[in-house]
Structures are given as C-alpha cells and as structure tokens.
C-alpha cells in the first residue's frame, strides 16, 4: 500500500519552508561576520538545506594579538619620542604618549608638510597625547604601551603584572651614562661645574642636569613585572627588528618618518667633562651609586634580560635618528 505524501513528509527530515529559512540564514551569516570582524577569524561557509557547515581559522600570529603585553618605559632622552613614533606609524595597537597607531599615519603626513616648509617639527596635537587622556581611552586595544610618566603609572595600572589576566613585559632603553648626562644637561641648559672646588658643588651640577631620571625607573618595578633592557644605540635597528617579529604590521605607512625634535642641537666640543679623565670617572661613579636607572641597565646589558635580535633576522623598519 502506498504511503501518502503527507506520511512520508513525517518520516522525513524536517524541512523549513524557504521563507522562513532565508531569514534565519541571513540571521546566522550576520552573527557570524560580527564574529569574524570582531575575532579576526577566516571562515568558508557550506550552505546543506537547512544546514551551516563553517570551518573556522584564526590568521596567524602576525595578524593576532601577542601574548605578552609590552610596555616601554621612556626614559628622558633615550630616542623615545622617535621610537613611539616610528612603532605607531609601523605597527598595529601601539599606543604612546608620542603616538597612536590608528592616526599615526596622518599626523605624519602633517609633519611632512611642515618639514618642506623649513619649520622645526617638535612633538604636539596627535604626537603628545596628553597621559589622563590616555587613562581616559584606556589600554585594552594595545599590544604595545609607551609611557613618560611616573615609575608609579605602570604599578598603578598594572599592578600585578598583568593587565585583564594578560602578562605584561617592561623594555627599558640603555644609555651610556656619562653621555645620557650631558645629553640632559643639554636638554635643561645646563653645565657640569668641571672647576667645582668640592664633590658637593660637582655632584650639584649634575643633579641639576637630571630630567626625570629618578622618576620614571625604580627598583620596585621588578617587584611587578618581567622588565628588560635593551641598547640604546640599537633601538631603531635590532630592537625594531626584534619587535617586528612581535607586533602586526600597519597597513599603510607613511614613510618616512619625521623626526620629533625634543633637543637644541648638542655640541660635544662645549661639554669640558670629556677633557678630564678623573672628572669623569668620579662622576660616572657617583651616577652608578646613586641612580637606580643606572644600576638596573649596569647589571641588566649582558644578561639573560638583554633583548638581543639574532643575526639571522633581517626586517627593515623606518628609522630616525637616536636624537642628541
């Protein structure tokens, strides 16, 4: 006996009327573009009847966030202004005191301009963001945070070492101290008393040459975090590369960059220290007793927390100079 239509339909898969089942497939293709936006995900979709077969793949790593969030604790006069820079307009999330990734690229074009027009480009409007208004857009969208403050701002933002369960990881810059010093004393106006009668009247000088170096570096910092080093004299060439391994590439780059000028130009020959052997040997000590920024680079350059790049390695980023 033959089974109606109607019997076999209820034996059978179950099957949604076109009308009702476009709708939900529009409902489902759009959850899953929210996904793919928000995710970075790749996805092939294969339509079966009622049926949404997705394969799913995440972009590799370097299109994702790292797994470390990286801080750079700038140092006065350390190049910082131009490496937050340079990252901002090359990389993806970076977000700096000195520059934002996501406008980076205009704000440079903007400096082109005025570097053509013979004007003196210094750090202002979209390169200096003001630090509350860095609290005020919070740090979640970053994979790479540079910061001028405080040694107390990455403690106080980050306390326990991470950041929304994310593990953090400090960089500091190395400068050779004597020339960090007068690179300062440049910065201030300032001169080293080279004929003081006495150490008091020496060591004086030079305190009044310090910008922000007891500041922003203190031991305590190792207390919260992973913290690194790396050399001043290599910031743009091997550090860059080594962050380039780490941080996704922009899509667009305004190359090249335009150096932020934060110093008067410096003339060495006018510095009477590098004239005494002595002088600069009982100042380079008392910088190394009394700094805790020159002792943490001191026993940090030639360890295990150096951020030394493998030879190997060989990615070209837009460099600036290392500043005065």
């Not at 059978?12 to 293709?29: D, E, F, N, Y």
């Not at 301009?113 to 210094?122: N, P």
């Not at 994310?166 to 190395?174: I, S």
């Not at 962050?243 to 008067?264: C, D, H, W």
């Amino acid at each position: 006996m033959k089974k109606s239509r109607r019997q076999l339909s209820s034996k059978s898969t179950h099957r949604i009327p076109w009308g009702v089942k476009i709708p939900v497939l529009l409902s489902v293709a759009s959850s899953l573009l929210a996904v793919v936006v928000h995710h970075n995900i790749r996805i092939s979709l294969d339509l079966k009847g009622t049926h949404i077969d997705a394969v799913f793949a995440t972009k590799d790593a370097a299109t994702s966030h790292p797994p470390i969030l990286y801080g750079h604790v700038h140092m006065a006069k350390t190049g910082g202004t131009s490496l937050n820079g340079i990252l901002a307009n090359t990389f993806e999330r970076v977000c700096g005191h000195k520059g934002y990734s996501y406008d980076a690229f205009q704000d440079n074009e903007r400096a082109k301009i005025l570097e053509k027009e013979g004007q003196r480009i210094r750090p202002q409007g979209r390169s200096k963001v003001k630090p509350l208004i860095m609290k005020e857009i919070g740090f979640e969208e970053c994979d790479y945070i540079s910061q001028e403050s405080r040694w107390e701002f990455w403690r106080d933002t980050f306390g326990n070492g991470k950041f929304h369960g994310v593990m953090m990881e400090l960089h500091v810059p190395c400068r050779e101290r004597l020339d960090h010093l007068m690179s300062q004393c440049n910065y201030k106006h300032q001169k080293i008393a080279c004929d003081a009668e006495t150490d008091e009247e020496l060591f004086e000088s030079v305190k009044k040459c310090f910008t922000y170096v007891l500041q922003r570096y203190d031991e305590k910092l190792q207390n919260h975090f992973d913290v690194k080093c790396f050399d001043f004299k290599k910031q743009f060439t091997d550090y860059l590369k080594y962050m380039s391994g780490i941080l996704q590439k922009r899509r667009f780059q305004s190359i090249p960059y335009v150096k932020r000028e934060t110093n008067a130009p410096r003339n060495k020959e006018s510095e009477c220290i590098w004239g005494d052997a002595a002088l600069m040997k009982k100042v380079e000590k008392y910088l190394l007793d009394t700094v805790p920024y020159y002792q943490f680079c001191d026993q940090c350059m030639g360890s295990d927390n150096e951020i030394i790049v493998s030879a190997k390695k060989n990615t070209t980023v837009s460099a600036g100079s290392t500043g005065a």
